[in-house]
């Protein structure tokens, strides 16, 4: 695989927007905290004082990378799931887990988004503002952070959608690819690890 293919292999449209918002939000921690931190520990070295508000927007930053992150987060299923003991039973109760971790997962979204969006308009409204020394309105972090929080209720509810709809058409790959827990395999794939079969690691 080369590459450019594993950064962005083909997938369906939701999965990619998935992606491209977490490469957002990646930018944004590496720059709104790595990179104001180093200009203000080097400014304080320098000139015995900070020249950027550092714990301030690294905090903004911060929860921009979160909200844009868990789509891709729930696309590629690395949200935490205890499923020690799911292997122990039969295809259609795991199936069944399953669908319930799915869609339990899409009605908590919906609902933060739902509250993200109200502590978003009252700040609009109150025109509120932090109380640091820059004055930062509240809704410019808070518009990226909802952005990304509303995109996360949207896969959260679409992917259960698809799930069933594979169910019903009797692809279980397709239904496992969704909503079904990740194999070690996947994991090992999604590490980016490559894997050799026993013949080849007999003939080294």
Not at 32 to 49: E, N, Q, Y
Not at 58 to 64: E, I, N, P, T, V
Not at 129 to 154: E, N, R, Y
Request: proline fraction near 5%.
């Amino acid at each position: 695989m080369s590459e450019s293919s594993r950064l962005l292999p083909p997938e369906p449209w939701p999965q990619r927007i998935s992606r491209i918002l977490s490469w957002i939000g990646g930018a944004i921690i590496l720059v709104g905290c790595s990179g104001l931190i180093t200009i203000d520990v080097i400014t304080r070295f320098l000139f015995k004082r900070g020249m950027v508000e550092s714990f301030e927007m690294s905090g903004y930053a911060l929860a921009a990378c979160i909200g844009l992150g868990l789509g891709f987060a729930t696309t590629s299923k690395t949200h935490i799931r205890v499923d020690i003991l799911l292997d122990a039973f039969p295809r259609p109760v795991r199936v069944a887990f399953d669908l319930i971790a799915a869609f339990s997962l899409a009605v908590i979204a919906v609902a933060l988004a739902w509250f993200c969006w109200g502590t978003l308009a009252q700040s609009m409204a109150m025109n509120a503002k932090s109380v640091s020394a820059l004055q930062t309105p509240m809704a410019l972090p808070q518009s990226i952070w909802w952005i990304g929080i509303f995109w996360f209720a949207c896969v959260a509810v679409l992917l259960p959608i698809q799930a069933v709809l594979r169910l019903v058409a009797g692809d279980r790959h397709g239904f496992d690819a969704l909503i079904g827990s990740l194999r070690v395999n996947e994991e090992i794939s999604q590490a980016g690890v490559e894997q050799t079969s026993p013949a080849d690691g007999a003939g080294r």
